[in-house]
């Protein structure tokens, strides 16, 4: 047998080569993963857009909060540590919340 | 055909990427059983190729052959399997000796008999040799278009297809002696 002949056997040999998917229930099993990873998407995305509207009332609030801080005198009140306590609480929770969605956006990354 | 369903996929008919899972589920099953080796495996492959394949489906390029995209994601997700399972490829590069077939015994075996044959041998192939025949036969795929698939270069899947040429011919020649016995 020359190398045409064999490499047409092998041709002819290799039609052979298909194997069928032997799980019937494959397609439905595909397609609930599907529809599960749609439905989760579309429910993230809808978590995000809201925890962003509430970081930025939550930024805004503790800027206004800040600002009236720093302008009002409050009876009995040592204005100048007060507004310090005010700001390092402020400042904290903002770094907080900034590094959660830093892990939040991490987390999603994958699944996209 | 693709394209229609595309179109449908787009407009919000998930339902209609079944028309993927029918036409293209034998052959991406086939190719993730010559890398990973395993039924199990290569069904757990197929299903998160498919997954990933309709997640990504807004960054397939509708002039491209979407066989070519989806079986390049069907083999990258094989040889992550592999990786995640700790398997190695491991190819020794074995040099089998006999390759001299008996053409009439080949075509004495009935459809069935000639199949699991062939399939046997592409098992015991290392998986990048078993790959590069069943894109190259199976799906008649030029060199071109495996290398596509792959992401080999057109000189290492020349080298490849001769390698896996020859270790066919002898595995089967294998085999049937083995059979005979």
């Known amino acids: 047998m ?98 959660q969605i830093k892990a939040f956006v991490k987390y999603q990354g994958p699944a996209q | 055909m693709d394209s229609i369903y595309l179109r449908k996929i787009r407009d919000g008919d998930t339902e209609a990427f079944r028309y993927f899972l029918r036409e293209y589920k034998h052959m991406a099953f086939s190719i993730a059983l010559s890398v990973v080796k395993d039924e199990f495996l290569a069904e757990e492959v197929v299903q998160n190729a498919f997954v990933k394949a309709y997640r990504n489906l807004d960054k397939f ?65 290392s998986p990048k040799e078993s790959l590069a025949l069943r894109l190259f036969y199976l799906e008649e795929e030029s060199v071109k278009s495996v290398g596509e698939i792959t992401g080999w270069s057109a000189a290492n899947i020349k080298v490849i297809l001769h390698r896996a040429r020859k270790n066919m011919m002898c595995v089967l020649n294998q085999l049937m002696n083995k059979k005979d016995e």
């Open chain 2, 61 to 125: 390029h509708r002039d491209a052959k979407f066989s070519t995209w989806f079986y390049r994601i069907v083999t990258n997700e094989a040889l992550l399997t592999l990786k995640r399972k700790k398997r190695e490829i491991i190819d020794f590069g074995m040099e089998y000796k006999e390759d001299i077939i008996d053409e009439n015994q080949i075509y004495s075996l009935q459809y069935e008999e000639l199949s699991n044959l062939v399939n046997e041998a592409l098992k015991q192939l």
């Open chain 1, 2 to 99: 020359n190398k045409d002949q064999k490499q047409e056997l092998l041709a002819k040999i290799m039609k052979n080569s298909l194997v069928e998917m032997p799980f019937s229930d494959f397609d439905d099993q595909v397609m609930l993963r599907i529809q599960q990873e749609t439905v989760a998407t579309s429910q993230s995305r809808r978590d995000r857009k809201r925890s962003s509207i509430f970081f930025a009332l939550g930024c805004a609030a503790g800027m206004i909060l800040s600002f009236l801080l720093s302008v009002y005198q409050w009876e009995g009140v040592q204005n100048g540590m007060f507004k310090l306590f005010a700001q390092v609480v402020f400042a904290t929770i903002l770094v907080y919340f900034v590094y």
